[in-house]
């Protein structure tokens, strides 16, 4: 069984750009959740979609936004990027709602220069 | 804020050694989960607790849960040079869906 993928697994963006992350989960798994792992901050949740719809998001402005296909992949926007959005990225995927064990994928390192 | 605050921040033992790392939260979960990170990838799933229950195994690893504390712990025992990596507990609250809140992680390092 394949597990959660992301692409790109590096990007590197100039300050005021925009940046897409996307992330395919596991087979049969509806529900995406993306994080960001920013140095000296921790892990911190993001957004979280289930069956295309937006559930819960976390602390963050709405230039973090994104959306689920039909297909249960989902992709991150980060617009007007700042430095401090360098970070690691990560998706994760659970096999429905709920407060379950999740898997996570091997995260897109943003870098903002 | 981290609803999880994990002790020590790290760990440095001896291959054969335990491991035990610690974890506190701050508001009522419906579980709490441990996850392994390498070197900055992606997190693995260990173990998850429900609020309900109080230690669970999973071959090397044993969590306790004390809801009256509002704590966890992981042991790792008899550790091995591939156990090195960061640990972070997450909690998941009531009525937040699969939202996970993580503590800081505590680094461990198992020297061979």
């Known amino acids: 069984e394949a597990g959660v993928t992301q692409s790109p697994t590096h990007l590197i963006k100039t300050r005021g750009q925009q940046a897409t992350l996307r992330c395919s989960p596991i087979?049969?798994?509806?529900?995406v959740y993306w994080y960001q792992q920013a140095l000296g901050l921790g892990l911190q949740f993001l957004l979280w979609?289930?069956?295309?719809?937006?559930?819960n998001r976390g602390n963050f402005p709405p230039r973090f936004s994104g959306r689920q296909f039909p297909n249960y992949s989902s992709e991150l926007n980060v617009n007007a990027l700042e430095l401090e959005d360098s970070a690691l990225y990560l998706c994760?995927?659970?096999?429905?709602?709920?407060?379950?064990?999740?898997?996570f994928g091997p995260g897109t390192r943003l870098t903002v220069t | 804020s981290q609803q999880g605050e994990e002790d020590p921040q790290a760990l440095s033992i001896q291959e054969g050694e335990n491991a035990t790392m610690n974890c506190s939260y701050k508001?009522?979960?419906?579980?709490l989960q441990w996850y392994r990170q390498n070197s900055g990838r992606g997190l693995v799933h260990l173990i998850l607790?429900?609020?309900?229950?109080r230690e669970k195994h999973s071959g090397r690893l044993r969590v306790t849960l004390d809801t009256s504390k509002k704590s966890s712990s992981l042991l790792i025992t008899a550790s091995r040079a591939a156990d090195t990596a960061s640990y972070f507990c997450?909690?998941?609250?009531?009525?937040?869906?699969?939202?996970?809140?993580f503590g800081q992680g505590t680094e461990l390092s198992v020297k061979p």
């Open positions: 994760a995927s659970s096999p429905r709602q709920g407060a379950y064990e999740q898997y």
């Open positions: 997450a909690t998941a609250l009531y009525n937040q869906g699969g939202k996970l809140i």
């Open positions: 607790i429900r609020s309900n229950e």
């Open positions: 508001t009522s979960i419906n579980n």
């Open positions: 087979s049969g798994h509806t529900s």
């Open positions: 979609y289930d069956e295309g719809e937006e559930r």
